[in-house]
């Protein structure tokens, strides 16, 4: 009875043991992407550059396969006129990322010629996301994911007072 009490335990200490690291393993998840959104970002910009520069659509549509289509609701065409009317020489600097999870927002600057003369500098933030299909970061290139989602902007609007209504409170 002993010798079997024995064998129970050490079955029961070994089925504990399979489960801890089943358990530890499942806590693992995806591992980040290989390039850091800073990275993908410079390299979306560049190829933008390049397109601006060599005024062809080759790289551009290379820049847009790093887009997050399904957040963007953007096809090429729309891509490429949109960058069709970025200037000439368009660099972009990339600072640093905050990274929560699976998105990521960029801290990006870059010049614009002022209608006064010379030129000034935008700074923005670009949002990130990974895309679990690929495992690797897609620029969420119209916003969409960064600050009030489109439900909340379409819920706010039909808050708002209709035309004709007074909205004093």
């Known amino acids: 009875m002993v010798l079997i009490l024995k064998r129970s335990n050490e079955f029961i200490g ?8 089943a358990v530890a393993g499942c806590g693992q998840g995806v591992s980040a992407p290989e390039d850091g ?7 979306f910009y560049e190829l933008i550059s390049a397109a601006k520069l060599e005024g062809g659509t080759t790289t551009a549509s290379e820049a847009f396969k790093m887009v997050d289509t399904k957040i963007s609701n953007l096809n ?3 891509f ?16 640093k990322a905050e990274v929560k999870g699976t998105q990521a927002l960029v ?7 002022s209608s006064f003369g010379g030129e000034y500098t935008v700074q923005e933030v ?4 990974i895309d679990p299909a690929t495992n690797t970061w897609k620029i969420d290139f119209t916003g969409d994911t960064y600050g009030m989602q489109k439900d909340d ?13 007074d909205n004093k409170q």
């Open 14 to 21: 070994r089925v504990l043991l399979v489960l801890a690291f």
């Open 37 to 43: 959104p800073e990275a993908v970002t410079k390299r």
């Open 76 to 78: 090429v065409n729309q």
């Open 80 to 95: 490429l006129e949109v960058i069709k009317r970025y200037p000439e020489i368009f660099a972009v600097e990339v600072g």
């Open 107 to 113: 801290a990006i600057s870059y010049k614009m010629p």
């Open 126 to 129: 670009l949002p990130l996301n």
């Open 153 to 165: 902007a379409i819920a706010a609007s039909k808050t708002e007072a209709a035309p004709g209504q």
